[in-house]
């Protein structure tokens, strides 16, 4: 089992910034491709931005790229979130995930096997 932890939402003026962690425990850390998600009200859950396990690389969508930037660090065993440029269409709850020997390629939400519990993020002035 793996358990993971999101903190760092709130509320945010547009144009600001936010950064989100995601802590990890139980099995091996740097086994697991992680992930993050976002689902707004009355929306599907969509892909935001994944990271391989050693952390060398990653991946984004395109509604985020530029302005969000996934990392994790396999010491600490946590993941994070770069935001920035925040935009009203960004509100939303915010997941992270975790696949087991997962990769980049995995944006698929229904590819994940564990899911923390989310947090809000809301960008309005």
């Known amino acids: 089992q793996v358990q993971l932890v999101e903190s760092g939402g709130g509320l945010v003026q547009p144009g600001g910034s936010l950064r989100l962690s995601c802590a990890s425990s139980?099995?091996?850390?740097?086994?697991?491709?992680m992930g993050w998600f976002r689902q707004a009200p009355g929306k599907e859950r969509e892909f935001v931005a994944v990271i391989s396990r050693s952390g060398g690389s990653t991946n984004y969508a395109d509604s985020v790229k530029g302005r969000f930037t996934i990392s994790r660090d396999n010491v600490k065993n946590a993941m994070y979130l770069q935001m920035n440029s925040l935009k009203p269409e960004d509100t939303a709850i915010y997941y992270c995930?975790?696949?087991?020997?997962?990769?980049?390629?995995?944006?698929?939400?229904?590819?994940?096997?564990?899911w923390g519990q989310g947090t809000q993020v809301t960008v309005s002035s």
């Open positions: 139980g099995r091996t850390f740097s086994d697991y491709g």
């Open positions: 995930a975790a696949k087991w020997l997962g990769g980049i390629w995995n944006k698929n939400n229904n590819e994940y096997n564990y």
